[in-house]
């Protein structure tokens, strides 16, 4: 089932309760799932609704980097993909907004779907150069943790991460957490607390970091970044 959404730009804020500061302390990625005609989550038919204008040139991202972290979800560990399908008018402002995917937390959804009423983008053209109205699908990636903030982030907010994503994603195994590939990315970037070689970090760290998470929930005063790096081969 789909969620749609009409607001004004002035009303975005309020409506989603979000702080603009914290829109720039996680990272939230925009990517355009599909360019028009629109296709959903499935992959199916765009609805009838949808522009039957033949489109020789797609629509362009212009203001798209409004997309912020609601505070109340950074806190309580909410992370996840949140895709929208939406109408983009001639002239380049959003409308019907769409939910189609949700990343599990109200919160995110509400502000993904609060700030794509900002969005804007250069209309689609026709075969005569003339705007048309029509329809795309763009995910928002909301994720807490940065190549720079992972080495200081606390045990304690990795416990609170953890506790979110088993509830949410209870069918899932904890390497899906967004903190399980952005530590191994750093680790074999050479940016990790180990000196390991690259064969004996892939082989050590799924076992690596469940240990991790173990001394986080034992050790909550603690860094993660410190306790993964005790389970890492030449660290120990």
Sequence with gaps: MTRSLRASPAKALALAGISRATGLIALAVL????????????????????????IKQPPRPLATGFRPYP???MRDGHQGLVRLRFTIKVNGQTDDIELITSSRSPALDRAAMQAATVWRFKPAMDANGQPVA?????????????EDSLPSKK??????????????????PLSKMPVYDLSITLLLDGSGPTSGTEAEIKAEY?????????????????LYWDALKRELPGKR
Excluded: H, I
């Design 31 to 54: 990517t355009m799932a599909s360019p028009c005609p629109a296709r959903t989550a499935e992959g199916t038919a765009p609805p009838s609704s949808a522009p039957s204008v033949a």
């Design 155 to 172: 045990c304690s907010e990795l416990n609170t991460d953890l506790a979110w994503f088993k509830t949410a994603y209870a069918e899932l």
């Design 71 to 73: 505070a109340e979800a």
């Design 134 to 146: 029509s329809k795309a699908v763009q995910d928002v990636v909301y994720r807490k943790d940065s």
């Design 206 to 222: 799924p076992q690596a970091f469940e240990r991790a998470l173990a001394r986080c929930a034992a050790q909550p005063d603690g």
